[in-house]
């Protein structure tokens, strides 16, 4: 039924704007695997990310792009000639490649930010969008900030655009500042106003600094917006982005209220959150709409018996539908590699052989430590072998001694490049000593920025989630490690934190 509503494009910039956010850096593989993951959720268009930022960057969006099937791939660029070029040449392999360019528009940021006059931006435009034109025949041009946009400037802008070439007009609503009916009158009035509006997609861009972000993509819906850019867990700068989850799922439960549908299977969102928040490290607000640990739980008495009689009772969406399966429980000891196998298939992981054979190891050993397995505990140990793959300092083993008379201490066994390194520390308490015995065996100046523990499941055998993050003069990376030893999570993550920061200063310095 609701396959005949007018299909809205979702528009995922979690790797460019939600990359932007401070300490939310990826890797290239991660990046890599995201973009797998959104494709294969059916996202129309992924900004891989803004290729004249540096050489990483380029890269990282020139192998989603040659990597990609059916999704637009587009890369972000400034009006500058240079910046166009590179996004060009980044976004080139991809089946359907896009440039996103954009310039400020409104009088404080022309005004002190590009030191412009409204006469030089509207120039900037025309030539900005006929250049990515001349480049790839799918252009979106974003009016930045364009909610404190005088707005027949703002028409100007866009009109100019249109005309040379422009295929999507994004209207950005930068600051986080509208509330949704206006912003929906915005979109609505332009639509109106401009000749050619019809020959364009127009797109939302909504920032969450007042909590407003979601509300007001729906409402530019509502009003002729046919694209709206969104982010996993609403990641990005400041308070972040529209959350991709919560857009896709209030189009889904409300067709009857918003007539619209969107091409995502949202079976995949779950996965997608955990996985974004394990990259990034920012955990997960537990009542997080969709998405939150809590958000399909059901705690009061009363509420438990109504769910028992008809889930109907409180349950607007089932937790199925976004990829928390139902039958959570599912693995002891005596599973065997072929049940495992299918069982890490129905979390949506293909794994080779080699890295299967290793996943099932550690699943073993975790199923030695822990009575019940649960799918989270399957896709943290899997998760976390794919993005250590390659890591230069492996740990080999800690040991410890914590307890009421100190000092604590901990002695530990790494290998560097394939050779062996030990050293020994006392701190105060077990995470002190864990942590200098490491700054012994591999010296380093990263500071430690963040550390923080959760459980990956209920029980006190679940497994601990570590996240670190460590700063290096401005480079951040964020390791995360699961365990049943809350010290060996511990000392995992801060590893894994080491080697991305090591590995991010190499890729620095080779630029
Ligand atoms: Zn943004």
Same mark, same amino acid.
């Given at each position: 039924m609701t396959d005949t509503l007018p299909q809205i494009r979702i528009f995922d910039t979690t790797l460019r704007d939600g990359e932007?956010?401070?300490? *939310?850096s990826m890797t290239h593989r991660e990046k890599l695997e995201i973009a797998g993951l959104l494709e294969e959720m059916g996202v129309d268009v992924i900004e891989a990310g803004f290729p004249a930022a540096s050489q990483g960057d380029f890269e990282a969006v020139s192998e989603i792009a040659r990597q990609s099937k059916s999704a637009i791939i587009c890369g972000l660029a400034r009006s500058s000639e240079s910046d166009i070029a590179r996004a060009g040449a980044a976004v080139r392999l991809a089946a359907r490649p896009r440039i996103h360019t954009f310039i400020s528009t409104s009088p404080v940021h022309m005004k002190h930010?590009?030191?412009?006059?409204p006469n030089a931006v509207l120039e900037a435009v025309g030539r900005s969008v006929g250049q990515a034109r001349n480049l790839v025949d799918d252009v979106e041009w974003s009016a930045e900030d364009a909610t404190r946009t005088e707005f027949d400037f703002l028409c100007k802008t866009i009109d100019a655009a249109i005309t040379a070439g422009a295929t999507t007009i994004n209207v950005p609503d930068t600051v986080g500042y509208s509330h949704p009916q206006e912003y929906g009158a915005l979109i609505r009035a332009l639509i109106e106003a401009i000749p050619d509006s019809d020959k364009v997609t127009w797109s939302t861009h909504c920032h969450n600094d007042l909590g407003l972000a979601v509300a007001n993509s729906l409402a530019g819906v509502s009003n002729g917006a046919r694209q709206v850019e969104c982010t996993i867990n609403g990641? /990005?700068?400041? *308070? /972040?982005? *529209? *959350?991709l989850e919560e857009v896709v799922m209030a189009m889904r439960v409300r067709p009857d209220t918003l007539a619209y549908r969107t091409?995502? !299977? %949202? %079976?995949g969102l779950h996965r997608a959150s955990q996985m974004v928040s394990r990259v990034t490290g920012f955990p997960i607000q537990f009542n997080k709409a969709i998405v939150g640990k809590n958000a399909f739980a059901h705690e009061s008495g009363i509420h438990q018996d109504g769910m028992l009689k008809n889930t109907q009772t409180y349950e607007i969406m089932r937790p199925e539908d976004v990829g928390v399966s139902d039958s959570n429980l599912v693995m002891g000891k005596h599973s065997g590699r072929h049940a495992f196998r299918d069982k890490l298939a129905s979390l949506g992981y293909e794994l080779d052989p080699d890295a299967l054979n290793d996943a099932f190891r550690r699943f073993k050993a975790l199923a030695d430590a822990k009575k019940q397995v649960f799918d989270d505990d399957l896709v943290a140990i899997v998760d976390e072998q794919l993005s250590a793959e390659g890591e230069r300092i492996l740990l080999k083993r800690l040991h410890i001694v914590a307890g009421t008379d100190g000092p604590q201490t901990a002695s530990i066994e790494v290998e560097i490049d394939g050779a062996s390194h030990t050293a020994e520390a006392s701190g105060n308490g077990p995470v002190d000593a864990v942590f200098k015995a490491i700054r012994a065996v591999a010296p380093h !100046? /990263?500071?430690?920025d963040l550390y923080q523990v959760h459980t990956v499941t209920g029980g006190t055998d679940a497994q601990a989630d570590v996240s670190v993050r460590l700063n290096g003069e401005g480079i951040m990376a964020v390791g995360r490690s699961h365990d049943v030893d809350t010290l060996v999570a511990s000392a995992q993550a801060y590893i894994h934190a080491l080697n991305k920061l090591e590995a991010r200063r190499r890729k620095r310095m080779a630029a």
């Amino acid at each position: 039924m609701t396959d005949t509503l007018p299909q809205i494009r979702i528009f995922d910039t979690t790797l460019r704007d939600g990359e932007q956010s401070p300490g *939310a850096s990826m890797t290239h593989r991660e990046k890599l695997e995201i973009a797998g993951l959104l494709e294969e959720m059916g996202v129309d268009v992924i900004e891989a990310g803004f290729p004249a930022a540096s050489q990483g960057d380029f890269e990282a969006v020139s192998e989603i792009a040659r990597q990609s099937k059916s999704a637009i791939i587009c890369g972000l660029a400034r009006s500058s000639e240079s910046d166009i070029a590179r996004a060009g040449a980044a976004v080139r392999l991809a089946a359907r490649p896009r440039i996103h360019t954009f310039i400020s528009t409104s009088p404080v940021h022309m005004k002190h930010k590009l030191k412009m006059g409204p006469n030089a931006v509207l120039e900037a435009v025309g030539r900005s969008v006929g250049q990515a034109r001349n480049l790839v025949d799918d252009v979106e041009w974003s009016a930045e900030d364009a909610t404190r946009t005088e707005f027949d400037f703002l028409c100007k802008t866009i009109d100019a655009a249109i005309t040379a070439g422009a295929t999507t007009i994004n209207v950005p609503d930068t600051v986080g500042y509208s509330h949704p009916q206006e912003y929906g009158a915005l979109i609505r009035a332009l639509i109106e106003a401009i000749p050619d509006s019809d020959k364009v997609t127009w797109s939302t861009h909504c920032h969450n600094d007042l909590g407003l972000a979601v509300a007001n993509s729906l409402a530019g819906v509502s009003n002729g917006a046919r694209q709206v850019e969104c982010t996993i867990n609403g990641l /990005g700068e400041r *308070a /972040g982005n *529209a *959350a991709l989850e919560e857009v896709v799922m209030a189009m889904r439960v409300r067709p009857d209220t918003l007539a619209y549908r969107t091409g995502i !299977d %949202t %079976t995949g969102l779950h996965r997608a959150s955990q996985m974004v928040s394990r990259v990034t490290g920012f955990p997960i607000q537990f009542n997080k709409a969709i998405v939150g640990k809590n958000a399909f739980a059901h705690e009061s008495g009363i509420h438990q018996d109504g769910m028992l009689k008809n889930t109907q009772t409180y349950e607007i969406m089932r937790p199925e539908d976004v990829g928390v399966s139902d039958s959570n429980l599912v693995m002891g000891k005596h599973s065997g590699r072929h049940a495992f196998r299918d069982k890490l298939a129905s979390l949506g992981y293909e794994l080779d052989p080699d890295a299967l054979n290793d996943a099932f190891r550690r699943f073993k050993a975790l199923a030695d430590a822990k009575k019940q397995v649960f799918d989270d505990d399957l896709v943290a140990i899997v998760d976390e072998q794919l993005s250590a793959e390659g890591e230069r300092i492996l740990l080999k083993r800690l040991h410890i001694v914590a307890g009421t008379d100190g000092p604590q201490t901990a002695s530990i066994e790494v290998e560097i490049d394939g050779a062996s390194h030990t050293a020994e520390a006392s701190g105060n308490g077990p995470v002190d000593a864990v942590f200098k015995a490491i700054r012994a065996v591999a010296p380093h !100046d /990263g500071k430690l920025d963040l550390y923080q523990v959760h459980t990956v499941t209920g029980g006190t055998d679940a497994q601990a989630d570590v996240s670190v993050r460590l700063n290096g003069e401005g480079i951040m990376a964020v390791g995360r490690s699961h365990d049943v030893d809350t010290l060996v999570a511990s000392a995992q993550a801060y590893i894994h934190a080491l080697n991305k920061l090591e590995a991010r200063r190499r890729k620095r310095m080779a630029a």
